[in-house]
């Protein structure tokens, strides 16, 4: 009987001293965990997405909603993006009007993943002069990113909220904007004077939609185009009438169709005008991982280069 209690008591105090253990390691572990957790980051766009991904790299984990090739004015998420915003730290939208197409998807989105403007949720946009639709002079045009000036701002914004939210990563994230602006700010400077040498006549950029105001500002074109935004009416009798006679009164010399876009609008201006469509032209959304196009600074370059060309000859 003495060794029967005896074996007890020692089997208790080992049961004791393993609870013991394993509380310890289970009230340590969360802390050590919390001090190398990667904050969430939801963007609402690939083009977002590339930004952030400069500035952040692989000290967060990304995620972006609408995916390559399609149009971010008109979407419907998927609970997998319901899911990611909710479990975000940050949610980056561009703002100026692009994620409120339709029922307003993305205001939805916020409501439902419980997010709030300000804390959770910020406009990459902010600081950017907006521009505004001539068919609607109180909406503003979301496109400013295709002005590299302005897509600095958006990198600028996008570091200054990841260093708050996230400050024990701070410098490294002010190295790597440092970095990625400069090299923007060189793509910048040498677009500026790209299309001084084609005769002003010759500058009209014609697209689908009219995307490019920002675009046509900073770089000394000027811009026409079938629709003016996405989330309306697309190639109607009178927008292309309009956009025809813009042609008709220059000696432009190719025409252009951006990469998330249905071209059949843009044949038909082709047929009538005997122009060809010079080549694809990105604007709300990055080619396909692995593609000429595929980054911001890509999209940015192969943009101010096929243009120039299709201006040009």
């Given amino acids: 009987m003495k060794k029967l209690i005896i074996t007890l008591v020692a089997g208790l105090a080992i049961l004791t001293g393993v609870f013991f253990y394993v509380q310890q390691r289970h009230n340590f572990a ?4 919390s001090t190398s957790k990667k904050i969430r980051v939801v963007t609402t766009n690939s083009i977002l997405e590339d930004m952030v991904h400069n500035v952040g790299q692989d000290r967060i984990h990304l995620y972006s ?4 090739g399609t149009d971010p004015h008109e979407y419907e998420p998927r609970p997998t993006d319901v899911s990611q915003a909710s479990e975000a730290d940050v949610l980056f939208h561009n703002g100026l009007n ?8 993305f ?6 993943s419980h997010k709030k403007f300000g804390r959770e949720v910020f406009a990459a946009s902010k600081g ?10 109180q909406e503003e045009d979301p496109h400013a990113w295709l002005d590299l000036k302005n897509g600095i701002q958006y990198v600028r914004t996008i570091s200054q909220v990841l260093q708050k939210k996230d400050p024990k990563n701070a410098a490294f994230y002010r190295k ?15 677009a500026q004077s790209k299309f001084l040498d084609i005769p002003e006549n010759q500058r009209l950029l014609v697209t689908s939609e009219g995307a490019f105001k920002y675009f046509a500002a900073a770089y000394q074109v000027k811009p026409a185009y079938i629709w003016e935004i996405n989330t309306e009416a ?3 009798p009178e927008q292309m009438k309009q956009v025809l ?6 000696e432009v010399k190719h025409l252009f169709v951006e990469s998330s876009v249905s071209p059949k609008a843009m044949k038909k201006v082709a047929q009538e005008t005997n122009l060809k469509i010079y080549s694809k032209i990105f604007t709300d959304s990055l080619a396909k991982k692995g593609t000429t196009g595929d980054s911001y600074y890509s999209m940015m370059k192969w943009n101010l280069d096929k243009i120039h060309a299709g201006l040009a000859h």
């Fill in 245 to 250: 006679a813009q042609i008709r009164q220059t």
């Fill in 176 to 190: 790597n904007t440092r970095n990625y602006v400069a090299k923007l700010q060189k793509l910048h400077r040498q």
């Fill in 65 to 68: 909603i609408v995916q390559r």
């Fill in 107 to 112: 205001k939805k989105l916020v409501q439902t």
């Fill in 234 to 236: 697309q190639g109607t």
């Fill in 30 to 33: 969360p802390n050590a965990a």
């Fill in 128 to 137: 950017v002069k907006p521009q505004h639709l001539t068919t609607n002079v």
């Fill in 98 to 105: 692009l994620e409120t197409g339709g029922n307003g998807w």
